[in-house]
């Protein structure tokens, strides 16, 4: 999450306002993504992050519910 340019700028802007918007919006845009099972997700250049923090949250949730042999 501390990887994220949106998140470090608005931390850094106002330190005291860190909410739940802030730090849910990129686990809400996966769930869109997955819920709708997309090819393409049509974002700027400024949502690149957003979309590779996307795919390490869905990675993870796969890791986390596969099961063991």
């Not at 999450?1 to 990129?26: A, C, H, S, W």
């Not at 949250?57 to 796969?62: E, H, K, L, M, Q």
């Amino acid at each position: 999450m501390t990887d994220l340019p949106t998140f470090k700028e608005k931390v850094r802007q106002q330190p005291e306002n860190i909410n739940y918007g802030l730090v849910g919006y990129p686990v809400l845009m996966t769930a869109d993504i997955v819920l709708y099972k997309t090819d393409v997700v049509p974002v700027g250049i400024d949502q690149a992050p957003h979309i590779e923090f996307a795919r390490e949250i869905v990675r993870s949730s796969i890791i986390a519910i596969r099961p063991r042999s």
